[in-house]
């Protein structure tokens, strides 16, 4: 039907592409010097050549093999694009990188254009003890992409950018067929020239491919209003080393287990989603944010549930606590709209404290007003104070912006990580406080006392998403240990707490430790049996997922 | 927290209790007599003594080793109890039952109490080779609950009602946890007390189990609204015969593939499903069920269809082909209320023709006015005309009322099926024609042309189900071989058509045909897989499900 342009590439180092502009205002610096006590001198990246690579370990024969199947093209071996595809996005990957210091990168990149392609290359691999990783936009930051061989001959990134074509629309369905390599941008850009939208919107946004989210089950920023991206497969294509797995969109089906459900989440273990049948709907002829202040977190927290009891969930409800609100209050800076306003209006009230909510509105605009109007009295009665469209408009423009503040943040020395659970409404304040303590403490037995933000998220009638930002001065000797204590802390506060090892991060090579007491050792034991059946020579993306045995 | 009470038996070749006054009228009766070609004698069901079982095969030692863990009563080898457990509610279970040859009985019936029992009664069986059927309230309509031994030594009927207590209720999170054995009823009156609901109201509510609904992946009559069992499963706990797999009740969670929706369906092939942690709601303060009369089915399609993509869509919403309409219609008869105002809103109006739609609404008073209203409008827009409360009334009255309906019409010699799919809007259409022909095709072709009607419900952003009902006169010699072949051709013409081979009836035994067409050979074997992990000497629920190998 369409092919969507060639995808843009990231800067190797962080995030996002060479020349975008600093994120990171002169006065957050000062800010953030002072608090955390940052040495003075900034940390540039080294250069992309003087990043270190052992050399590769794709034999002559095998690297035919793949050519004779993919052609000239479809088989990379050089520096650029082994350090392109060497990590994914994740602290611990920049850091590393940053340093030219990566974990290890893939003995070659390989470039499948169509599914019957793609079996056959996994085939060949299999035949060689090739581990393959599966790559999308390679935004993962729990080491989903990283270039694990798990005791094979090699490793190979699978970058499925070539799978990128719009196959089919269906506009009476609303549902749409594409190449599981295509990237979120050009598949809204493609909706939305015919009115549509898939209305998912992580913040990987601008990178993500849509195959990535559907193997790391995704959650977008508005799921509260357009689900998850579990909802939004209706269908789906694996290629497998050992066969494939196709089910076509159905909008319902009561034939045995959930197939659909089984793959989307699979982080590649099973093998490669080739191909996504999606739902999709309407693009939204109005889109109404804005800006509601708690007294504290129990009532915004409160005000959410009930918005969920109520049926009047917004498309997109967030609430920060009182250090998230405080902070993004100060940082918003001087001479931002958002800044001033929402200062101004702290001021006018005599707020000390408070939590600030950004509710967002998508639809027709007849609905949005009857919604929003619905879901302001319902958020009124539990203590909510408007603070107009710019918080929400400021929110909505920035929405993007966090992962390229965290390249600014490295460069100046700061440990900043973000993470995530789910939990149900009863427990959440309890995991919220337990959660933060328990990174706090971890920082600060460092030497390294930071700051612990968070917000609630994802709204569900059983509970929602915490999402928590921490930052910390980073210990120059070994970043990476100072991280994976603060990492082990948090993971045990959250399941602790009786909550998700993670909401919409996945599980990759970050979260493992904590697999078994998510799903238990029968749980393990199911999975590794569908992963044995699928993939029995363990080529697909080793070292991600399940525990290790 | 509270044990709910004994359930209620249903009579053993048919549905419901004994004195249930009778369904069919003798208006109707007449009318099908002329239009069928009947026989006039009634043809009672056989005694209970009558029904011929072969004698039990379980061992004494094995049957000790089960009453030594389950205690005297939870072992039963009387004839009474192997009868009832001896098929599910199926035309073919009822037409052999009636005639007291079922296909086979289960050697006993045991009753764990707990999930730990149940646990290690699976292990017993494991280790003497015996065949376990989990059994619920043994509503299944496609031979789920048949006792097959699939080679084994014998089989025994897992029967959940002791499994029945209400384990937590978490009303900030609106969830409840329940032995997977309550009755959807029993569940309903513990949470109607409590103001709330879960919403769950399929055709065979009145002794349906939820443990049976999760297992089917159920889809109630209000599932365009409250959804179907599939979003209400939070958490649950699997007893399998090699392990246990105990998942929370979580809002969301990427923590790899969706295991609670891989256990979701897997009708007892994997394990004994013990518990559920589900979600609930406020029971609705309103409840405003309607009809509308629309030209024909296309025009009532299309208003359907722009209810979801409007966000509009009734909690209930049922739309009746032509034939469906006038056959109800009919059946409503002289003197009440249905067919009353119907009849004289036909008449006054003029048509001839027409489709009738049931939308219910349900909730808070306001909600349900603004609902209503705004549903209101878009169906107008499509062409639709009221008819006012009484069609609604009428079809809530009678919901659950056609499993009885079909005892009588069993009585009289009448052939009655159901079967359901799902399909995308777009094949919708296409769809209904291609297997209501399909039907009535099987049906003429053995010299029993029959009356095949469909309504289009559970209603999704991609498409809805369709329900077919059919009826012809039944050939006396082999009216099992009769109804094979129409359900052959129904199932032929469903999976050309793209639809999937069942919406909410599940697959047991009568669906396997068709289970490698709708998931792929890939998907059976990831199926396997699971199966022989979980139930590696494959005694759970042998013959369903899964295609022969």
Redesign the interface.
Known sequence: VASSSQPAEMRWWGWGESGHRPALSSHTLAYLRASLGLAGRPRPPVALQQVRLAPSRLSEPVADRLRALLGPTGVAIDHRERVLHAAGKGYPDLVRMRAGEPEGAPDAIIYPREHEQLRRVLEVCAAASIAVVPFGGGTSVVGGVAPLAGGHAAVVSLDTRELREVLEL??????VAVGAGIRAPALEAYLGSRRLTLGHFPQSYEYVSLGGCAA????GQASSGYG?I?EMV?GLR?A?P??????????????????R???????GI?GVISELRL?V??APAERRYEGVFFENLAAGVQAL?TLT???AVPDVARLSDERETQVSLMLAGAGTLKGELARAYLGARGYRGGCLAILGFE??RE?VA?RRR?ARALVRGCGARSVGRAPGQAWLKGRFEAPYLRDDLLEHGVMVETLET??????LLGAHQRITDAIAAAMAAQGTPGIVMCHVS?L??????LYFTLIARQLEDDPVAQWRVVKQAAGDAILAS??????????GRD?RP??ER??????I??????K???DPSGIMNPGK?LPES
Do not use: N
């Open positions: 269906d506009r009476q369905s609303a549902t790391t089950r995704s959650a998850a579990a209706l694996l497998a050992a066969d494939e797995i196709d089910l076509p969109a159905l909008p319902a089906t009561a034939a045995g287990p959930g197939l459900q089984t793959i989307v989440g699979s982080e099973l739902r709907r309407e549930r009891r109520e049926h639809g027709g609905e009857a619905r789910a939990v149900q409404w009863s427990g994802h569900y009638e059983s509970g929602a998403s009786g909550a998700t090892i993670t909401h919409h991060h996945a599980v979260h904590w697999m998510e799903v238990g050792a029968g749980g034991r199911a999975l590794k049996a569908l044995s059946e699928l997922l």
